[in-house]
């Protein structure tokens, strides 16, 4: 049973940090990619950054600069650094995985969601 589930999200203010943690189980985790997806109400699923198997990387531009991704297969975890966080950043923080990293929120996998909240 293929499980990631998401810790290290919750309230900042503007201008701070966050680490997002994806835990992934049940699947040999180097041989996928990784990708960061947002979500806020009444929204559709945000693309925010992946890695692939092979350590390739690409961001939205609304983070780049400030968000950094990364994975440790060693320890099946991937990992998204947020700093100068903005309040528009507020949303529902999903990682999931695919064997192919693609923007669209079209991976096979995906874990159950973490908040995060920049306030002003």
């Known amino acids: 049973q293929v499980q990631l589930v998401e810790s290290g999200g919750g309230l900042v203010q503007a201008g701070g940090s966050l680490r997002l943690s994806c835990e992934v189980s049940?699947?040999?985790?180097?041989?996928?990619?990784l990708g960061w997806f947002r979500q806020t109400p009444g929204k559709e699923r945000e693309f925010v950054t992946f890695i692939s198997r092979l350590g390739s990387i690409t961001y939205a531009d609304s983070v780049k600069g400030r968000f950094t991704i990364s994975r440790d297969n060693a320890k099946n975890t991937g990992y998204l650094q947020m700093n100068s966080l903005k309040p528009e950043d507020t949303a529902v923080y999903y990682c999931a995985v695919d064997r192919i990293v693609k923007m669209r929120p079209e991976y096979d996998y995906w874990g159950q969601g973490i908040q995060v909240t920049v306030s002003s």
């Open positions: 049940g699947l040999t985790f180097s041989t996928y990619g």
